[in-house]
């Protein structure tokens, strides 16, 4: 089991990548059961998007997540993101991403809880 819930909580980026789609009007949704977690996703440059992830016990996760652009695209690629718990008990998500669709290259995101 991960020390680290994600149940319920609602997500932002913060900082993004200049070669990613997520950007300032994308939101998560995240769920968890056991070390498994799935999350939903839309807004900004993405239509709709899904991602399923496994978290290890300090609540690291590995991910892979597929959506679908505004242009229609389909893109897919792989995330290991690492928690931080902020002062206010918040979470922040620290993303190394890559691409396994279009150009194949990686990036770098953080992503917030928000309440």
């Known amino acids: 089991m991960s020390r680290v819930d994600y149940d319920g909580r609602t997500f932002r980026p913060v900082e993004t990548a200049a070669n990613g789609e997520v950007g300032d009007g994308t939101v998560f949704h995240y769920r968890q059961r056991g070390a498994v977690v799935w999350a939903s996703y839309h807004g900004g440059h993405v239509e709709r998007g899904t991602l399923v992830a496994?978290?290890?016990?300090?609540?690291?996760?590995?991910?892979?997540y597929a959506h679908v652009n505004r242009a229609g695209e389909l893109m897919t690629g792989t995330c290991q993101s690492t928690p931080e718990v902020l002062p206010d008990g918040r979470l922040r998500?620290?993303?190394?991403?890559?691409?396994?669709?279009?150009?194949?290259?990686?990036?770098?995101?953080?992503?917030?809880?928000?309440?």
């Open 54 to 64: 496994t978290a290890s016990a300090e609540g690291a996760l590995d991910m892979r």
């Open 93 to 115: 998500l620290h993303e190394r991403w890559q691409w396994t669709s279009g150009d194949q290259s990686a990036g770098t995101s953080v992503i917030e809880e928000v309440r």
